[in-house]
């Protein structure tokens, strides 16, 4: 079973500065998607970015990019110039071909003014 | 922008009482989901649905779960029996069937079981 582990359960980062969160898989497919979610206090899960196992180019959505090692199973999230906003809990998940999402614990970023 | 909405937004009921969470996806999608999150926790796999049926479900989506797709619109979750621990945060979240596709998530409906 694919388990999808993130090592950091708080983070913290001073406004306009950037922060980089942590996040690993185990699988044995050779086909899969991985993602980061976003979870404010609503508590609605909002999609960042995603990534195709397949391309080895990093996705980027403005200040929000990935460092995705396939080889070492390892798929960070960067948020650069962080804002207020970005305040939430960020969610790893991880997609197979066909199958369900599995996402790891969770990592809650604080942004300070 | 097309989304996935759910209803109610907040839930409260007894133990014991069934509930049916209601889940509209994208129009156009194929395949959808549910999870849960228990508050505090992470978001966990309930069941996914493809073509009018279960096509993967966890260890947790027991007997006292089922899903329906009423008609072409509506997507729902049953809790026959709802207990303590049903407590949570209930996501629907549909995607277009393309293999590449991402799956979008609903706001959720949070279930207080009494």
Known sequence: AQTVTQSQPEMSVQEAETVTLSCTYDTSESDYYLFWYKQPPSRQMILVIRQEAYKQQNATENRFSVNFQKAAKSFSLKISDSQLGDAAMYFCAYRSALGDMRFGAGTRLTVKP | ?????????????????????????????????????????????????????????????????????????????????????????????????????????????RLTVL
């Not at chain 2, 009921?13 to 228990?38: A, D, K």
């Not at chain 2, 207990?83 to 209930?90: H, I, R, V």
């Open chain 2, 1 to 109: 922008e097309p989304e996935v909405t759910q209803t109610p937004s907040h839930q409260v009921t007894q133990m014991g009482q069934e509930v049916i969470l209601r889940c509209v996806p994208i129009s156009n999608h194929l395949y959808f989901y549910w999870y849960r999150q228990i508050l505090g926790q992470k978001v966990e796999f309930l069941v996914s649905f493809y073509n009018n049926e279960i096509s993967e479900k966890s260890e947790i989506f027991d007997d006292q779960f089922s899903v329906e797709r009423p008609d072409g619109s509506n997507f729902t979750l049953k809790i026959r029996s709802t207990k303590l621990e049903d407590s949570a945060m209930y996501f629907c979240a549909s995607r277009d069937g393309r293999l590449t596709d991402t799956q979008y998530f609903g706001p959720g409906t």
